[in-house]
């Protein structure tokens, strides 16, 4: 199984526009203001027709497996993304890539606190309170790219179990499956290079349905 990939949010800055107010020029003294001139009624327009957009068509039901075929294919990927286990295993890796990112934010925050008062202050301390500061320093950045590596290492082992756990349950299910339709090979389409193949021999749907199901 590939690795999982960690969306980051992308947070969107809404600009307000300036409003602008309009005064009116005062009249030359002993000239009587202007009458504003009556503003003429447009006739009442009729609503332009909204356009009709055709319905969009009902998705085609999935092609026939082809009767005596003795070779298939499913996608792997997707039997992972699609499936409830999948989905499942998915959110633990989220769960713990945003609780990692947390804490190595809240170091990083320390770390640069105490580099921010290293270059502005260092100059006004004494020099055993510098050096101390700066010994502070370094270990707080060998203490953050231990814990990064670590987070790395963690995220990659949960990954691994998951991944472990979920062929393993996975697999019997392909074999049933193979063997209820009377196939001879039963194909990874990522891994086996596949290139064309009729639509119909794409088991991935009902790989999905009966890993969700239980089906035997």
């Known amino acids: 199984m590939r690795r999982l990939a960690v969306a980051v949010p992308v947070a969107l800055l809404m600009g307000v526009m300036p409003a602008f107010a309009l005064t009116q020029a005062a009249p030359p003294a002993g000239q009587a203001p202007a ?29 026939p497996f082809p009767q005596g075929a003795k070779m298939a294919f499913v996608n792997l990927q997707a039997v992972f993304q699609l499936s409830a286990d999948g989905k499942a295993a998915a959110a633990k890796v989220q769960s713990m890539t945003t609780q990692k990112q947390a804490q190595i934010a809240e170091r990083q925050k320390l770390l ?93 749907e009902e790989a999905v349905k009966r890993l969700d199901g239980g089906a035997k």
């Open 35 to 63: 009458q504003p001139k009556p503003t003429p009624v447009a006739p009442p327009t009729q609503p332009a027709p909204k356009p009709t957009t055709a319905p969009a068509p009902p998705p085609s039901p999935p092609k």
């Open 112 to 204: 640069q606190a105490n580099q921010q008062k290293l270059q502005t202050g260092g100059t006004l301390m004494n020099e055993q309170s510098r050096a101390q500061l700066e010994k502070d320093v370094e270990k707080l950045q060998r203490e953050l790219e231990r814990f990064q590596q670590d987070a790395q290492a963690e995220l990659q082992d949960l990954q691994a179990e998951l991944n472990d756990g979920f062929q393993k349950k996975l697999f019997p299910v392909l074999q049933k499956m193979a063997e209820d339709k009377g196939l001879q090979m039963l194909f990874s389409a990522a891994d086996a290079g596949l290139i064309w193949a009729d639509e119909g021999l794409n088991l991935t």
